[in-house]
């Protein structure tokens, strides 16, 4: 069956720009979670969601990160004024409950200029 | 805090010599050991999933281990297309979802 789907794969903007990411998890997963993966930072974990309701943030990293999901589905990741430490690759996993195995999508490399 | 520590950094081995890579963990209350495989420019890709010390799960020639401060992930024979970075994360019952992730290996096999 489909996998867990993101894009762009890659976007490239420029320094105080708006950037949205979108994650299409696996279907029936209730679970979805948001994470970033930096060189030399490993991965590090941003939000998460059960259904549409996010109950943990506690990992964005300031008010210019921001993220919703509709429907139980699809989840957009939104970066304000971007920065050039916001360069990485974000990545989107999701899991059939919370608890379960995650499973990510292939991410999409953010670049700030 | 919760921390996971992985060692080796980097291992490099010839093709069908077996090795074994290392997860240390501190967590308050461990729901789960989860390994995963990440090849370069890709999401990583799950492996296993480890509940309770003791728990061994095995796949072609991976095998994970677990005890109450450390996993193992051990390979038999491996193959050049075993080469990636195996990363270990924990989940802990007082932190919901998230997965908090060591640093990884990095694992290349010489043909």
């Known amino acids: 069956g489909a996998g867990v789907s993101q894009s762009p794969s890659n976007k490239v903007t420029e320094k105080g720009k708006d950037v949205e990411l979108r994650c299409d998890p696996i279907s029936g997963h209730t679970a979805l979670y948001w994470y970033r993966q930096s060189l030399g930072q490993g991965l590090e974990f941003l939000i998460y969601?059960?259904?549409?309701?996010?109950?943990?943030k506690s990992g964005l990293p300031s008010d210019r990160f921001s993220a919703e999901r509709t429907g139980g589905s699809v989840s957009t990741l939104t970066i304000q004024r971007t920065q050039q430490e916001d360069s990485a690759v974000y990545l989107c996993?999701?899991?059939?409950?919370?608890?379960?195995?995650?499973?990510f999508g292939p991410g999409t490399r953010l670049t700030v200029l | 805090e919760d921390q996971v520590t992985q060692s080796p950094e980097a291992l490099r081995l010839q093709e069908g010599e077996s090795s074994s890579l290392n997860c240390s963990y501190t967590?308050?209350?461990?729901?789960?050991l989860f390994w995963y495989r990440q090849d370069p420019g890709k999401g990583p890709e799950f492996l296993f999933t480890l509940y309770s010390a003791g728990e061994e799960k095995e796949k072609e020639r991976l095998k994970a281990t677990l005890t109450k401060k450390e996993s193992f992930l051990h390979i038999t024979a491996p193959k050049p297309e075993d080469s990636a970075t195996y990363l270990c994360?924990?989940?802990?019952?007082?932190?919901?979802?998230?997965?908090?992730f060591g640093q990884g290996t990095e694992l290349s096999v010489k043909p």
């Open positions: 969601f059960q259904g549409n309701s996010a109950p943990d």
């Open positions: 994360a924990v989940q802990d019952h007082n932190q919901g979802g998230k997965l908090i």
């Open positions: 967590v308050s209350g461990l729901r789960g």
């Open positions: 996993a999701s899991s059939f409950q919370q608890g379960d195995a995650q499973y």
